[in-house]
């Protein structure tokens, strides 16, 4: 029979706030370390030592599946009802939660890979009238007429697409020289529905409730304060209207402030919903809709939500 574990030692281990955020996944879930890692936002080396302190005090255990390592609780015993008296007392408590049940749909989306590995051979071989432009174009014939804000539209290209089958487009964007140029190929082009306005996203030059569709491409990690910008999208919509997100996933590649002059180093699915949910949005939805081949491999998330119709 084994040892019982020293009460003190499960008190030491239990103590620390990264250490115990992991035992309250663990009384949950089975987690692997990466898994662990993206829930908690720590780095592999800091995840580990935890988890082997965890272990060294008999709260946790291991086992090994190729080359991952899954850990689970031990049992909780009499630290169970402390455990639960630490998760309402912990600010991280819910945000890891919610985390945790993100971690876990993944793992259930087994058509997410089915469906990368289909668009990743889209273009690689040649087929007569087959494109991304010729898809684009047909689902956009196919967008209901509406009222679009195009929020850090920039030149406008997505602007001039949407703006096919739109109501009405009306693209945002801070700088003159862009506005100016997109407003002028929208003239030259005969886009009578574009509208083109001088204005930043965190304080957006539409009334209140007048769009019915709010769309950022490649703009929230322009925005100083995110939160501001979504909270902006969701003033402007009307009650019912869904909010669009394209940006980059959360990535280590420093050169993107300097080369792109971006002010978030991408985002990642969490902090994109806790953006949506704290500005008031409901059935809120993240994808990974891409990854570049070629390095620094930026992946793309694609965010939805509605604001709700009363």
Same mark, same amino acid.
């Given at each position: 029979?084994?040892?019982?574990?020293?009460?003190?030692?499960?008190?030491?281990?239990?103590?620390?706030?990264?250490?115990l955020?992991?035992?309250?996944?663990?009384?949950?879930?089975?987690l692997?370390?990466?898994?662990?890692?993206?829930?908690?936002?720590?780095?592999?080396?800091?995840?580990?030592?935890?988890?082997?302190?965890?272990?060294?005090?008999?709260?946790?255990?291991?086992?090994?599946?190729?080359?991952?390592?899954?850990?689970?609780?031990?049992?909780?015993?009499?630290?169970?009802?402390?455990?639960?008296?630490?998760?309402?007392?912990l600010?991280?408590?819910?945000?890891?939660?919610?985390?945790?049940?993100?971690?876990?749909?993944?793992?259930?989306?087994?058509?997410?890979?089915?469906?990368?590995?289909?668009?990743?051979?889209?273009?690689?071989?040649?087929?007569?009238?087959?494109?991304?432009?010729? #898809? %684009? @174009? !047909?689902?956009?014939? +196919?967008? =209901?007429?509406?009222?679009? $804000?195009? /929020?850090?539209?920039?030149?406008?290209?997505?602007?001039q697409?949407?703006?096919?089958?739109?109501?009405?487009?009306?693209?945002?964007?801070?700088?003159?020289?862009?506005?100016?140029?997109?407003?002028?190929?929208?003239r030259?082009?005969?886009?009578?529905?574009?509208?083109?306005?001088?204005?930043?996203i965190?304080?957006?030059?539409?009334?209140?409730?007048?769009?019915?569709?709010?769309?950022?491409?490649?703009?929230?990690?322009h925005?100083?304060?995110?939160?501001?910008? #979504? %909270? @902006? !999208?969701?003033?402007? +919509?009307? =009650?019912?209207?869904?909010? $669009?997100? /394209?940006?980059?996933?959360?990535?280590?590649?420093?050169?993107?402030?300097?080369m792109?002059?971006?002010?978030?180093?991408?985002?990642?699915?969490?902090?994109?919903?806790?953006?949506?949910?704290?500005?008031?949005?409901?059935n809120?939805?993240?994808?990974?809709?891409?990854?570049?081949?070629?390095?620094?491999?930026?992946?793309?998330?694609?965010?939805?939500?509605?604001?709700?119709?009363?």
């Open positions: 029979m084994p040892p019982k574990p020293s009460i003190l030692k499960t008190l030491r281990a239990a103590a620390d706030p990264i250490r955020r992991i035992l309250l996944l663990l009384q949950r879930e089975e692997s370390v990466a898994e662990v890692q993206e829930i908690i936002g720590k780095g592999q080396s800091h995840v580990s030592t935890s988890l082997a302190q965890l272990k060294q005090a008999g709260l946790v255990q291991d086992r090994r599946t190729g080359k991952n390592a899954f850990y689970r609780l031990n049992g909780t015993g009499s630290l169970g009802p402390l455990l639960e008296e630490a998760a309402a007392e600010p991280e408590a819910e945000r890891d939660r919610q985390a945790l049940d993100l971690v876990i749909r993944k793992r259930q989306d087994r058509m997410r890979r089915y469906f990368d590995e289909l668009a990743g051979k889209f273009g690689r071989q040649y087929v007569p009238g087959r494109s991304w432009k010729g #898809l %684009a @174009e !047909a689902l956009l014939k +196919l967008m =209901p007429r509406m009222v679009i $804000a195009d /929020l850090g539209a920039g030149e406008g290209t997505i602007s697409l949407m703006a096919q089958r739109a109501e009405k487009v009306i693209a945002i964007d801070n700088s003159e020289k862009m506005v100016e140029f997109g407003a002028d190929l929208a030259r082009n005969g886009i009578a529905n574009l509208e083109y306005r001088l204005g930043d965190e304080a957006v030059p539409i009334d209140d409730a007048t769009v019915d569709l709010a769309f950022l491409s490649q703009a929230l990690h925005a100083p304060h995110p939160e501001r910008a #979504l %909270a @902006e !999208a969701w003033r402007i +919509l009307k =009650p019912g209207g869904r909010v $669009a997100i /394209l940006d980059l996933v959360q990535h280590g590649f420093e050169e993107a402030r300097e792109y002059a971006d002010l978030w180093l991408g985002f990642s699915e969490m902090d994109i919903r806790r953006y949506l949910e704290s500005a008031g949005f409901q809120i939805d993240t994808t990974v809709v891409n990854r570049e081949p070629d390095p620094p491999h930026f992946e793309t998330i694609l965010a939805t939500a509605e604001k709700p119709a009363s």
